[in-house]
């Protein structure tokens, strides 16, 4: 089998919401000021209790149960996420456990907003060369873990949840390209400075939190995307109206626009979670992805892209007939 077939989604968000006049209160900041330069009204935020790999339960059941596959059917699990529960074992290994799968490879994939894509550009090239049949897809994170309640700048942004799909050998497209790239030479615009082997002191007194030039990723997320999208179309020998759905990272609503512009498409056929969502990082293009099929926008036969840009600096797109 020459592809692999995306056979299922699901989402999932914590049941807590945190709205912009929430945040009034917490910080010097305002719904107006969030929704003009981002677009979001509210976000979800885990519960003390509650971990990256709960929330990936949640979404992985629902995508096995949209797929129509148990949990011995499943040959590859595939985690995205920069809030993994703990060091080690990885949350696709604890995953892996809560849903009753045995045996087969897991692992956790770490780009930061663009983990998913990554993620699935690593199963389908699973899939490609016969190592995997039904491989589960997620991307989860409790971001709010690693945010800085007190910095107006980078706490409004922000969110949790977690999305998964399920993806299957085929011998139909499918996912028809991924795209894949990195430039470590921007760590430190967008960054948690602070982890076990470096800055390990200042993590132990709780100051393991996001970082981020926004002016600077903001600018350098506009281009680098815009230059994905025509990489990605040369690739499958297509044009920018062969695409009937933009599912974008949604990180902020005019970064999402000035793609959609870069493909001539109309706002009608971008999938927009992010004033509901915020930025929820790995978990924000599969949570998306989800909504708009189970809302029926998405049909069968549909060409999508998928694109994201991360810390790292990191990106990468998906280009996919569901
Ligand atoms: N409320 C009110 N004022 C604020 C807030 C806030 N929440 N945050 C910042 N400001 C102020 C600043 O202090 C600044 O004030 P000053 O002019 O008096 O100094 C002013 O607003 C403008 O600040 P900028 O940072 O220039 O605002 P900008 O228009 O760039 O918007 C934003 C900031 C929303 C963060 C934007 O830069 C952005 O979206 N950047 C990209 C973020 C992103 O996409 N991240 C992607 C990946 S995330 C990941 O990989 C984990």
């Known amino acids: 089998m020459k592809y692999s077939r995306i056979i299922g989604t699901g989402g999932y968000l914590p049941e807590t919401i945190l709205t912009n006049k929430d945040l009034e209160r917490m910080v010097d900041t305002s719904d107006e000021w969030i929704t003009d330069r981002t677009g979001i009204k509210k976000r979800h935020v885990a519960a003390k209790d509650e971990t990256t790999c709960d929330l990936a339960e949640h979404a992985a059941k629902a995508a096995m149960q949209a797929a129509g596959v148990h949990a011995n059917d499943i040959d590859l699990v595939i985690m995205a996420t ?41 199963a389908d090239k699973f899939i490609r060369c016969g190592s995997a049949k039904n491989a589960l897809v997620v ?151 989800d909504v708009a099929i189970r809302d029926g926008r998405i049909q069968r036969g549909d060409t999508l892209l998928l694109e994201a840009f991360g810390g790292g600096f990191t990106w990468g797109s998906a280009l996919i007939q569901y």
């Open 82 to 122: 920069t809030t993994p529960n703990q060091v080690f074992p990885s949350t696709a290994c604890l995953l892996q456990q809560r849903l009753g799968i045995h045996g087969c490879a897991a692992f956790d994939v770490q780009a930061v907003c663009t983990g998913f894509i990554y993620a699935l550009g690593v």
């Open 139 to 289: 991307g989860s994170e409790t971001l709010s873990r690693i945010v800085d309640w007190t910095d107006r700048g980078t706490c409004v942004l922000f969110g949790d949840g977690a999305g998964a799909v399920v993806i299957q050998a085929s011998d139909t497209p499918g996912i028809l390209s991924t795209h894949l790239h990195a430039d470590g030479q921007y760590k430190d615009l967008l960054t948690v400075p602070y982890g076990i082997s470096e800055g390990y002191e200042e993590m132990q007194q709780g100051k393991a939190f996001v970082k981020m030039q926004g002016n600077e990723v903001f600018k350098m997320a506009v281009n680098t995307l815009g230059r994905i999208v025509d990489e990605t179309l040369h690739a499958n020998q297509m044009q920018k109206s062969d695409v009937d759905w933009l599912v974008p990272h949604q990180a902020n609503i005019r970064i999402i626009a000035a793609t959609a512009k870069k493909l001539k498409m109309s706002m009608d056929h971008v999938v927009v979670t992010v004033q509901e969502h915020g930025n929820t990082s790995a978990a924000s293009v599969p949570l998306a992805l």
